[in-house]
Structure formats: structure tokens, C-alpha cells
T-cell receptor, first 115, second 111 residues
Framework: KAGVTQTPRYLIKTRGQQVTLSCSPISGHRSVSWYQQTPGQGLQFLFEYFSETQRNKGNFPGRFSGRQFSNSRSEMNVSTLELGDSALYLC??????????????FGPGTRLTVL | DQQVKQNSPSLSVQEGRISILNCDYTNSMFDYFLWYKKYPAEGPTFLISISSIKDKNEDGRFTVFLNKSAKHLSLHIVPSQPGDSAVYFCAASVPASKLTFGTGTRLQVTL
């Protein structure tokens, strides 16, 4: 079974631009969660989508948004990029929503650098 | 407000010895705890978990201990192997909600 895939793997943008990241979950998984990883903050939860509906949201500004398509693929968008948005963005898929973590499978992440 | 804390950013242990990674939490509503392992350029992978109704869970070389009164979680790896060198994240959750992760501890197992 193919794992979680994220595209692109690396991205360089400048301040003020916007960016869209993509995540394809494991086949059959309907929940996709997004996390931001930075050196000082660890992994911080952005949001979770299940069956095209946002189920849970972390404490991030409205510049961070997401969506999920009917095939469970998910996209995350960040508008008006700031230097502090430079991070590794991870998505994780699971079969059920609000999974207990041991059922979540992470992708390799997208490394975003904002200049 | 960091509800899950890993106060040691790094740890170095000799091969064959015990590695002990620590994690503290502040939210008494957390009822499920997990450890993840992360290699460079890969996503975190689930390692071991423990429910708040238990104080110990073992899986091969990995044992997780939970001290609810101290709000403290630890991961023991015995014996440590070079392939265990990675960043370890602890995480916690309340029922049917998101995971809250710590900041990670980089473990280096030396020969």
C-alpha cells in the first residue's frame, strides 16, 4: 500500500506570496491532518479534515487554510507569507477522524522557506 | 502555552546502554500518550503509546512509563542501537481531539 505523499517536497517563496501544498493520503483513509514543525515549537496542529469537512482547527491565523476533496486528497494554503512561516509542513492520514495517533501515518513533509 | 514539554533538546548515549527520554505535560485531561520517532527527511512514525489507565507499556526494546501524579512520561530504550538515532517526539491527546506534540529530543547513539 502506498504511503502518504506530499508535494512539493521543497519550496522557496518570498514574503507576501501565497503557497499551496498538497497531500495525498493512504488509500482508504478519509482523515487528513496538517502540522507545522519548527525547531523551537515542535509539531503544531493546523487542522484536520474528514470527508471534506474541517473537523478541528489549531491556533493559527486565518492566513492558513485548507480543504479536502472528494478523493480525500487535501491542500493547505498559506497567503501573505511571512518569514516565520518557514517550516516543515507535515500531513498525516488516518482511517478514522480524531484518531488516537497510533493510527496516523505521516508523509515526508514539505519544506517551505520564505525569503 | 506549551502543554507538552520535552526539556532536553538532545541526548547522547552509548550503544548497548539505556536511553531515557522524558516528557512533561500540564493538561490533566490528557488520557492518551504516544511517542513518535523521526528520521531526517521523513515524517514521524508511531513508536509506542500508553493509555492513562496504565502506568507502563512495553514493546520489545521500548517501554513507556506514565506517572500521572507527576504528569510525567518517559521512554526507555534498552539496549540502545545506532539505528535508534533520531528525533523523538512525545504527544498527548484528550478524547476525540487532536494530538499535542512536544518539541522533540534528538537522540544520538554512539558506538
Amino acid at each position: 500500500k502506498a504511503g502518504v505523499t506530499q508535494t512539493p517536497r521543497y519550496l522557496i517563496k518570498t514574503r507576501g506570496q501565497q503557497v499551496t501544498l498538497s497531500c495525498s493520503p493512504i488509500s482508504g483513509h478519509r482523515s487528513v491532518s496538517w502540522y507545522q514543525q519548527t525547531p523551537g515549537q515542535g509539531l503544531q496542529f493546523l487542522f484536520e479534515y474528514f470527508s471534506e469537512t474541517q473537523r478541528n482547527k489549531g491556533n493559527f491565523p486565518g492566513r492558513f487554510s485548507g480543504r479536502q476533496f472528494s478523493n480525500s486528497r487535501s491542500e493547505m494554503n498559506v497567503s501573505t507569507l511571512e518569514l516565520g512561516d518557514s517550516a516543515l509542513y507535515l500531513c498525516a492520514s488516518s482511517f478514522v477522524a480524531g484518531g488516537r495517533g497510533d493510527t496516523q501515518y505521516f508523509g515526508p513533509g514539505t519544506r517551505l522557506t520564505v525569503l | 502555552d506549551q502543554q507538552v514539554k520535552q526539556n532536553s533538546p538532545s541526548l547522547s548515549v552509548q550503544e548497548g546502554r539505556i536511553s531515557i527520554l522524558n516528557c512533561d505535560y500540564t493538561n490533566s485531561m490528557f488520557d492518551y500518550f504516544l511517542w513518535y520517532k523521526k528520521y531526517p527527511a521523513e515524517g514521524p512514525t508511531f513508536l509506542i503509546s500508553i493509555s492513562s489507565i496504565k502506568d507502563k507499556n512495553e514493546d520489545g526494546r521500548f517501554t513507556v512509563f506514565l506517572n500521572k501524579s507527576a504528569k510525567h512520561l518517559s521512554l526507555h530504550i534498552v539496549p540502545s542501537q545506532p539505528g535508534d538515532s533520531a528525533v523523538y517526539f512525545c504527544a498527548a491527546s484528550v478524547p476525540a481531539s487532536k494530538l499535542t506534540f512536544g518539541t522533540g529530543t534528538r537522540l544520538q547513539v554512539t558506538l
